[in-house]
């Protein structure tokens, strides 16, 4: 399928909790994506533009965000996401590209909403006005339960866990749950899948719940 500059790009993002293997799916992702002659581009929350990825390093390892406030640690993930959308995501798929997010609104709706336990409107509005009219076309929501995430994550970074990771493993309960209650939520556009397989079975699974988007 080759891409056709006429037609809006899809919007694909990719949530979980840490260590559920997200990298690794969502670059078998994108080779799918381009082994049908798609145009695609991969990003990620925080980050992604010049100023996205100074907020990416000051909330995950500047210590002087040791003294952050949770409403700021909200506003700063707003703020990235707010100038990836406009510098980044909007004008790649005005263009045909599909887009491809390592995280996006979903992670502050459970992070900062479910998990710090942020008025879950107010964090809803912020997220609305942060994103516009951009939102995702499908989401998947790679789950797998917080203690082995957890483990995973510890050992990929080597002991030496970000601002997040350092959170108690309750946190990253009330992470996972926060997930399953949005895709529970917004099963329509919230693809639930099992992240405790191989690469293998988590790769066919995304393969398999994401065929209606080439329809
Ligand atoms: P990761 O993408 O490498 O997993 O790191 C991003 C960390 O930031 C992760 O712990 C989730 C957290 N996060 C939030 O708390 N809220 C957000 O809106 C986003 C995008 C990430």
Redesign the pocket.
């Known amino acids: 399928m080759q891409t056709d500059p006429m037609q809006r790009g899809k919007f694909i993002t990719f949530e979980g909790s840490?260590g559920c293997g997200?990298s690794t799916q969502i670059g078998r992702f994108v080779q799918l994506l381009q082994s049908r002659g798609l145009n695609v581009l991969q990003t990620?929350?925080?980050g992604g533009t010049a100023v996205g990825e100074k907020i990416r390093n000051l909330?995950?390892h500047d210590e002087d965000a040791e003294g952050l406030s949770e409403e700021s640690e909200l506003l700063l993930?707003a703020a990235s996401?707010a100038q990836l959308v406009r510098e980044v995501i909007a004008p790649a798929l005005d263009e045909g590209t599909w887009v491809v997010a390592?995280?996006?609104?979903d992670?502050?709706t459970v992070?900062?909403g479910f998990a710090r336990g942020l008025d879950i409107g107010a964090v809803q509005r912020i997220n609305a006005f942060a994103v516009g009219a951009t939102m995702p076309d499908m989401t998947i929501l790679l789950d797998l339960d917080a203690a082995t995430g957890h483990a995973r994550a510890v050992t990929a970074s080597g002991g030496e866990g970000?601002r997040?990771?350092a959170q108690p493993l309750e946190f990253f309960e009330k992470v996972r749950n926060g997930y399953l209650a949005l895709a529970e939520a917004e099963h329509e556009r919230v693809r639930l899948i099992d992240a405790s397989g191989s690469i293998e079975e988590v790769a066919g699974q995304i393969e398999a719940a994401t065929k209606d988007l080439f329809t």
């Open positions: 840490e997200k990620r929350e925080p909330l995950q993930f996401r390592d995280r996006f609104l992670s502050t992070y900062q970000d997040m990771e």
